[in-house]
């Protein structure tokens, strides 16, 4: 049988006898080099054995970025095991949840939060707790030079699961996308071969979060694939950006990096002399960040589409035009159409629901399977959820989301989660949360709220009782109050009029 497992993929053995060229460059540590992916690899995949983590059991990560966690990933796909990673500013009430619903062999936290967060595995009979630092400091790594590193890579099959990435739904409930090692795999080397990847050149410039698809597989898989070193930075800092630009030729970010970037007078077309391409993704580019950018540098910023459940499915051309506002044309194997609420395809230029298909497209939510069901016409064609247009040449606009997702800052944001927790609030009868444009973050969280008379409340007291039940990104940054929420003839809230009605509240701020 062929061995599909994705890390013979991206390393195997390419990198045992390669020179030192470095992999990981992270400020103020030593490099971690290529020629030791495979024995470091090999070790924590010995300790991850030694934990009893057997192909197919879970493992639950909510650590800092380091190049330590990279080589967790790693060693988790080396022994098959399936990798579900958390984004770090999730609470203890929501990793709770993601616990008892991924039901990991092994729960890895941050030093600092092992207090905090070690009675939630205990609960539910996890295993294993070990802790990773932002140093590569906890217990999991402890004494691990002493182990015999693992030399073998676990045999998986095309379809068996590679990860678990949490993804919030418009019921307030996270779903787990199953991601498997050829959903992966297909992705990323046709990343590599659209964006004209350049093999032992590209210096990629990472300042990308490591928890969800772009940080983690668009953009470490295609360092891996490339042989290509990475400026590993733990997150966006405008002098550590500037001062790696010099040395880099490929940067990947969401708008907020650019709208920042644009913000620095040093940002200049000479300190981007050696820099090829500029990506951005994880929300809509303003189309005159677009523009400003190009004047500033030279470069057209290629903007892409793409969701947890699929990696990548569209791309602007690296050669022709990258047009402002549109994320460009379905990749090679990926079907896409635009269609109606009954599954009809539109015709071209006219505003549909975006659906698609190709070996990208993930197995389905984990536990979920009537979830799964609904999100798949005949056909195995996967239902977005995003509002777009395809013109005549096949170029995709997204322009909005059929189920009133927020993207705020690269995250995925849904009101009903947030709705749901400040309907608790004492004095609160109803709440209503929407994205409202904001320049740095492409969209931030508003929440519209009608008290029910029983106590008087201000936007504080709307705000801290979220502190300790939402990670920070989700908590709104402006609280409005009125008498009703606007609804139609059925009782449903008009989101849209309050978009509208709202839409100009950070413009002056």
């Known amino acids: 049988m062929t061995n599909h497992n994705l890390y013979l993929r991206l390393v195997g053995d390419r990198f045992e006898k390669a020179s030192d060229q470095p992999f990981l460059i992270t400020p103020g540590r030593r490099p971690l080099l290529f020629s030791e992916l495979d024995r470091m690899t090999g070790l924590i995949a010995a300790r991850l054995q030694s934990l009893d983590v057997d192909p197919g059991d879970r493992v639950m990560v909510q650590v800092a970025k380091s190049p330590e966690s990279v080589l967790v990933y790693l060693a988790c796909l080396r022994v098959g095991a399936i990798y579900v990673p958390l984004n770090t500013a999730y609470t203890p009430a929501e990793v709770s949840y993601f616990i008892a619903d991924a039901k990991p062999q092994l729960f890895i936290c941050q030093p600092r939060e092992r207090e905090s967060l070690f009675t ?3 609960a539910c009979d996890v295993p294993h707790t070990r802790t990773l630092g932002s140093e590569g400091d906890g217990d999991l790594l402890v004494g691990i030079e002493s182990l015999a590193p693992e030399v073998s890579v676990v045999e998986r099959e095309a379809d068996d699961l590679a990860a678990i990435l949490y993804t919030s739904g418009t019921t307030g409930r996270s779903k787990g996308t199953m991601l ?5 795999a297909s992705n990323a080397e046709v990343l590599h071969g659209y964006w004209h990847w350049q093999d032992r050149y590209d210096v990629l410039l990472h300042a990308l979060p490591v928890f969800h698809v772009h940080g983690l597989f668009v953009a470490l898989h295609c360092a ?3 042989q290509s070193s990475v400026h590993f930075l733990a997150q966006f800092n405008p002098d550590q950006i500037i001062d790696s630009l010099p040395d880099c030729t490929v940067m990947m970010g969401v708008p907020t990096f650019y709208t920042r970037l644009l913000s620095d007078s040093r940002l200049t077309d000479q300190l981007c002399s050696k820099m090829r391409l500029f990506i951005s993704g994880s929300a809509p580019l303003l189309a005159e960040t677009h523009r400003e950018f190009e004047q500033r540098t030279g470069f057209q910023i290629l903007e892409r589409y793409g ?7 569209t791309s602007n051309p690296y050669h022709g035009d990258r047009l402002a506002g549109t994320v460009g044309f379905a990749l090679p194997g990926v079907s896409v159409r635009i269609v109606d609420n009954n599954g009809d395809e539109m015709p071209r230029g006219e505003t549909g629901v975006l659906e698609l298909k190709g070996p990208n497209v993930f197995k389905g939510y984990w536990q979920k399977p009537e ?14 959820g995003d509002n777009a247009i395809m013109d005549q040449t096949g170029r995709i606009s997204i322009v909005g989301r059929a189920k009133d997702l927020i993207i705020s800052g690269g995250y995925n944001i849904y ?11 004492p004095g609160v009868a109803e709440s209503a949360v929407v994205g409202v444009p904001h320049q740095d973050f492409g969209e931030a969280v508003a929440a519209i709220v009608v008290k029910d008379g029983s106590r008087q409340l201000d936007e504080q007291e709307i705000i801290e009782p979220l502190q300790g039940r939402l990670a920070r990104f989700k908590q709104p940054k ?4 009125v008498d009703e929420l606007p609804r139609n003839t059925m009782g449903k809230v008009q989101k849209a009029q309050l978009r509208d009605t709202y839409k100009e509240s950070f413009s002056s701020k």
């Open 224 to 226: 891996l694939l490339g």
């Open 307 to 313: 969701m947890t459940e699929a990696g990548m499915i």
């Open 120 to 122: 939630l595995p205990q």
């Open 371 to 384: 979830k799964t069901a609904a999100e798949f016409r005949q056909g195995g064609w996967f239902i977005s």
């Open 478 to 481: 402006l609280v409005f109050f």
């Open 415 to 425: 009101p009903k989660e947030i709705e749901a927790e400040i309907d608790t609030i």
């Open 180 to 184: 498997s090692h050829h959903n992966l």
